[in-house]
């Protein structure tokens, strides 16, 4: 259980600074004072559960809450981590949602807890908080897509190591012992990865400047073989 | 001996190719036509739906260099041997372990998706994912052993 403290003023608080709280007005920072609670949790204690529904909004005050959910590998997956002056579990209970994710102290912390009438009734009243919140969101959705580009990039990058190794697999080395035997443009390897030639392209130049290959027009060498299969991420 | 293992291997790859292979790719085909989880916003579905997608082009990069590569190669053994020709300097054995490495990830992965089934409450699309993972448990695992044993013998 996490433990109830007075309740700090919104209006001396350092850390709203760095919030979306700080285009309220004196009057409006008295009323968020009302309307919320705040609470210590320990180390380790959960804040919000993941596929729990959201009553109110959090305000990380001091400490920091990790967000996590547990990957199709059972493993669990830190999405991020929030810090002093952060607000979390807005996403959710701004779009009615149950949480996708669970925040868990990762050191004892003090978060407050904005009562969700309250919240919502405030963001009828205050264009500049609902500006405030859309740029969050905006910005949040922003750094969403990048991580999908980066994880779709680096599966990418496995599969082109992958068909490197079923290249030289089925084709073996020329004499040098380290050129694989066969000649194949760029759009020849780009269908065995499944994947645009530009992509294809591109990969290839990455290993080529990492030394795991060497490239002489449509040759490739390859120079590091422990890294190219490690690249692959085929032998768990 | 050699006609025998010559024949088997061939019998087990058109098995592969003409009768689980497609088995699977029409489940693939069923599972979208019949719903499309990315529409939801249920945290289960897009998990489920990922992890699909992941089989799906898995699955579709091991048919992918199994028909190209793999399975061209391994008869090209057979007719090396019969030739006595060792040009092509092919590596079964590389060849095997690198298709294993993709046949595990697969069955991770489908084993993952039955775990997410369990989760989920939409039992029309649920069916037909789960048949998806029974025939990967049940027929998938089963003949690509039998595939493996036969390979490892080259």
């Known amino acids: 259980m996490s433990k ?84 979390i579990g807005y996403r959710a209970l701004i779009s009615n949602q149950r949480y996708h994710c669970s925040a868990i102290a990762i050191e004892d912390s003090s978060v ?39 994880l779709s990039q680096k599966n990418v990058r496995e599969r082109v190591a992958e068909a490197l190794l079923f290249l030289k697999a089925t084709y073996g080395f020329a004499p040098d012992g380290q050129t694989i035997n066969i000649t194949l443009n760029r759009e020849e390897i780009a269908d065995y990865v499944g994947t645009s030639t530009e992509s294809t392209i591109r990969f290839l130049s990455e290993f080529n400047h990492e030394k795991i290959i060497e490239i002489s027009g449509k040759k490739i060498k390859i120079i590091n073989l422990s890294k190219l299969t490690k690249t692959a991420n085929l032998m768990d | 001996m050699f006609l025998d293992s010559a024949k088997l291997t061939g019998e087990c790859i058109k098995n592969l190719i003409h009768e689980l292979y497609p088995s699977i790719q029409y489940q693939f ?46 008869l ?22 690198l298709t294993i490495g993709k046949e595990h990830r697969l069955m991770q992965m489908s084993d993952k998706l039955s775990s997410e089934i369990k989760k989920s409450k939409q039992s029309k699309k649920d069916s037909s994912i789960i048949k998806l993972t029974q025939i990967f448990k049940n027929d998938f695992a089963v003949q690509k052993s039998k595939w493996n044993q036969i390979i490892s013998k080259l």
């Open chain 1, 4 to 87: 109830s403290i007075d309740n700090p003023e919104c209006l001396f608080c350092n850390t709203r600074m760095h919030s979306f709280f700080n285009v309220l007005d004196k009057s409006q920072l008295q009323l968020l004072t009302q309307h919320k609670s705040c609470a210590i949790f320990k180390k380790g204690q959960y804040v919000f559960n993941e596929q729990g529904l959201p009553h109110g909004l959090f305000c990380v005050n001091n400490g920091k809450i990790k967000l996590s959910t547990i990957g199709f590998d059972g493993k669990e997956q830190i999405l991020r981590l929030a810090k002093s002056g952060d607000v």
């Open chain 1, 112 to 150: 407050c807890i904005i009562d969700k009438n309250f919240f919502f009734q405030t963001l009828e009243n205050n264009n500049k908080l609902l500006f405030e919140i859309a740029k969050k969101i905006g910005n949040d959705l922003k750094i969403a897509e990048e991580h999908i580009v980066s």
């Open chain 2, 29 to 74: 085909v069923l599972i979208t036509s019949e719903n499309d989880l990315a529409n939801t916003d249920n945290g289960a579905n897009k998990k489920m739906n990922e992890l699909l997608n992941g089989l799906k082009n898995e699955f579709q990069s091991l048919t992918s260099y199994e028909n190209k590569l793999v399975f061209p190669s391994v």
């Open chain 2, 76 to 97: 090209k053994k057979f007719e090396t041997n019969k030739q006595s020709d060792n040009t092509q300097q092919i590596n079964i054995a590389d060849l095997q372990q």
